[in-house]
């Protein structure tokens, strides 16, 4: 916000330029990436319209980093997925990748 402006003021502003801003309750926000994921626990998340832009600002929290580990999945395991599940060896294996490799909540998602 600015410094020294009255927030109502500062509203009309906004509303004069066609800018909407709406807060958003989140407890956390996760951001997906091929290295790993980005936690903020606890943000301050505002949505912010212009011109049909959308934007989304996250402010403060804690930040946590996850990296994703390759697991190795072995064919004994996929075959036991397909055995309990039925579905095929693509599915069976992407359900096991999900899972981080954790047969029971592989079975799980697909049943």
């Known amino acids: 916000m600015m ?5 109502r003021a500062l509203k009309r502003m906004m509303d004069s330029m066609g800018m909407k801003s709406t807060e958003i ?7 997906s990436s091929a290295d790993g994921d980005i936690v903020i626990e606890g943000p301050s998340v ?3 319209e ?3 832009t959308t934007t989304f600002s996250i402010t403060g929290g804690s930040v946590s980093h996850v990296d994703k580990v390759a697991v190795e999945i072995s064919e004994d ?4 997925v397909m055995e309990k599940t039925g579905a095929d060896e693509e599915k069976s294996r992407k359900a096991l990748e999900e899972a981080r490799g954790n047969i029971a909540d592989a079975i799980l998602k697909l049943s």
Request: net charge negative; charged share 25%; hydrophobic share 40%.
């Open 3 to 7: 410094p020294n402006m009255d927030p």
């Open 46 to 48: 505002t949505l912010i």
């Open 25 to 31: 309750p989140a407890d956390k926000v996760t951001i």
């Open 50 to 52: 212009v011109q049909g």
């Open 77 to 80: 395991d996929v075959k036991i």
